[in-house]
């Protein structure tokens, strides 16, 4: 069984910066997907960022996040990393770590998830 376990979240003004991590369990996180979601109040669930581990840079990103923020990660920790910058209020949402089966294109990513993290709160002022 995975477990994802974040950390970081919490209340920062427009402009300024966080870095959301997530600790998985388990030895199979350095041969799976993992990716970053988000969840505004009354809104669904959205596509933040993905990282696909054999595939050296292979990365992709929601268009609204593009440059601002980056995901990584420490396969020798278990850890995912989102780095976010230059944050705005619209960034304001409930932050979730994925482990995802597999990536391809689709119009709902969230469905290609088995384990979700338990979500942070990300708060930016304006």
């Known amino acids: 069984q995975v477990q994802l376990v974040e950390s970081g979240g919490g209340l920062v003004q427009a402009g300024g910066s966080l870095r959301l991590s997530c600790a998985a369990s388990g030895r199979t996180f350095t041969s799976n997907i993992m990716g970053w979601f988000r969840q505004a109040p009354g809104k669904e669930r959205e596509f933040v960022a993905v990282t696909i581990n054999w595939s050296v840079g292979s990365t992709k990103y929601a268009d609204s996040v593009k440059g601002r923020f980056t995901i990584s990660r420490e396969n020798a920790k278990n850890t995912v990393y989102l780095q976010m910058d230059s944050l705005k209020p619209e960034d304001t949402a409930v932050y979730y770590c994925?482990?995802?089966?597999?990536?391809?294109?689709?119009?709902?990513?969230?469905?290609?998830?088995?384990?979700w993290g338990q979500g942070t709160q990300v708060t930016v002022s304006s």
């Open positions: 994925a482990r995802l089966r597999v990536w391809y294109s689709t119009n709902n990513p969230a469905s290609l998830v088995d384990y």
